[in-house]
């Protein structure tokens, strides 16, 4: 059983379009991390998210956290090419503790 | 400032062999914890080690092991490798403690590939 469910999967759009990547759980966590992976590197972050609410943009990808911190979405507004990789969710359960809890991840494709 | 380091970044090794990876934090940053990730489990934590200590281990059989110095470079160690093995290794860095939040930074990897 997945502690964190990010869904979807896999998701392949045209150039322009929006999506909306999610990430849910039934446990509470301290803070949401989320993360793009190039084939064959390692995690990039991209955002961490602490407070219930919380909001968070980065040029056009807005990252949000539930208000009861089980949950957190992404939203790519105008999506490009260079948008295409492995997005990851990772939860820390505990404030101050180091492990994180991924989910399976979204693999986003972009085509021109 | 330098990002998480990792080495070796490719290595091949043969069933029954044990095998050691190398990290370096980012400058600054005390707590350093081990990834696994594979394509059917994702990515998993292996342990975390903090002033040296290990501060947390995940699921994983007594054949991985880890270590940390005093200047907060880490090691892990697989013992009698297994085919199951052959995955991508993570290195993680944070400055740990952190009242904020668990800002956690990624290495590169390194892809170990079991024969």
């Known amino acids: 059983t997945q502690l964190l469910e990010q869904s979807p999967q896999f998701l392949s759009i045209q150039e322009g379009e929006n999506l909306t990547v999610y990430c849910n759980s039934s446990s509470v966590f301290s803070s949401l991390q989320w993360y793009r992976q190039e084939p064959g590197e390692g995690p990039v972050l991209l955002v961490t998210?602490?407070?219930?609410?919380e909001v968070k943009k980065l040029k056009r990808l807005t990252f949000q956290f539930g208000d009861a911190r089980k949950d957190s979405s992404l939203h790519i507004t105008a999506a490009q090419p260079g948008d295409t990789g492995l997005y990851l969710c990772a939860g820390a359960l505990i404030q101050g503790a180091q492990k994180l809890v991924f989910g399976q991840g979204t693999r986003l494709t972009i085509n021109p | 400032k330098a990002g998480v380091t990792q080495t070796p970044r490719y290595l091949i090794k043969t069933r029954g062999q044990q095998v050691t990876l190398s990290c370096s934090p980012i400058s600054g940053h005390r707590s350093v914890s081990w990834y696994q990730q594979t394509p059917g489990q994702g990515l998993q934590f292996l342990f975390e080690y903090f002033s040296e200590t290990q501060r947390n281990k995940g699921n994983f059989p007594g054949r991985f092991s880890g270590r940390q110095f005093s200047n907060s470079r880490s090691e892990m160690n697989v013992s009698t490798l297994e085919l199951g093995d052959s995955a991508l290794y993570l290195c993680?860095?944070?400055?740990?403690?952190?009242?904020?939040?668990?800002?956690?930074?990624f290495g590169e990897g390194s892809w170990l590939t079991v024969v």
């Open positions: 993680a860095s944070s400055l740990a403690g952190s009242q904020t939040g668990n800002t956690i930074y």
């Open positions: 998210v602490v407070t219930g609410g």
